[in-house]
């Protein structure tokens, strides 16, 4: 094989690998942000500890209101027990019963207000909950794909490289110098083809004798534009 064909073959091998290595770049920057999971969760979060004050004070709004239902209970019993005789104690007994019936009104309204408002809660922490479901089903199955892939391209990447060290071995040192240098210094393709007449990277149009020593393909000819090596195919 000539020195041209090995160089171009190297360079095939190469830009596989370039694109082999970027694509392992994307997928790993994908498998490390999550965004869309961290604002689900915490939005839940956000949901739960809005909601849990309320239910904590409807405990104790219930509570009270157990406490406030067994005295006016026991008050009634005793105001119209008939065994209460003096008019001041009857009057006191009629004046607690209604500051009780009047606590246990307002302790109606303010569990309906804040059963209202728990309700609505609930109802947004069950739709984050399970938005937050979603996101985490998509996520693991992207996940799941994304790291089959990763490891298809791993495989790829072992695979090219065998063939790369074997591409090597038929280019001299010193045609390996250039090479690395002109794909460093020219987007990764130190080669380019003719195109007609023309450099195919470039697109400048080579003279007559350029292109002859490049179709015979027994020395290293560069693109008088651009510097890439030509290559015939
Ligand atoms: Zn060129």
Redesign the pocket.
């Known amino acids: 094989m000539s020195q041209i064909r090995a160089l171009y073959r190297l360079q095939k091998i190469d830009l596989e690998i370039d694109q082999r290595r970027r694509r392992i770049q994307e997928i790993s920057a994908l498998l490390e942000q999550d965004e869309a999971l961290r604002a689900a969760q915490a939005q839940v979060t956000a949901l739960q500890e809005t909601l849990r004050p309320k239910e904590t004070r409807t405990a104790d709004l219930n509570l009270e209101l157990q406490t406030v239902t067994t005295q006016i209970k026991q008050l009634s019993e005793r105001l119209y027990s008939g065994k209460v005789h003096n008019p001041r104690e009857l009057e006191d007994l009629g004046h607690k019963l209604e500051e009780r019936q009047r606590r246990r009104e307002h302790l109606e309204d303010a569990l309906l207000e804040l059963m209202l408002e728990t309700d609505e809660l609930q109802g947004e922490l069950a739709q984050a909950n399970a938005h937050l479901e979603a996101v985490r089903t998509s996520r693991a199955e992207e996940h799941q794909a994304l790291a089959e892939e990763l490891k298809q391209l791993r495989a790829e990447l072992a695979r090219l490289k065998e063939e790369r060290s074997e591409a090597i071995r038929a280019i001299s040192a010193e045609n390996l110098v250039l090479y690395k240098s002109l794909r460093a210094r020219r987007h990764g393709r130190a080669l380019?083809p003719l195109n007609g007449e023309?450099?195919?990277?470039?697109?400048?149009r080579q003279t007559t004798q350029i292109v002859q020593r490049v179709r015979q393909g027994q020395e290293i000819v560069t693109?008088?534009?651009?510097?890439?090596i030509?290559i015939a195919i």
Not at 198 to 204: K, P, T
Not at 223 to 228: D, H, I, P, Q, T
């Open positions: 380019a023309s450099c195919s990277a470039c697109g400048v693109c008088a534009s651009c510097g890439r030509l």
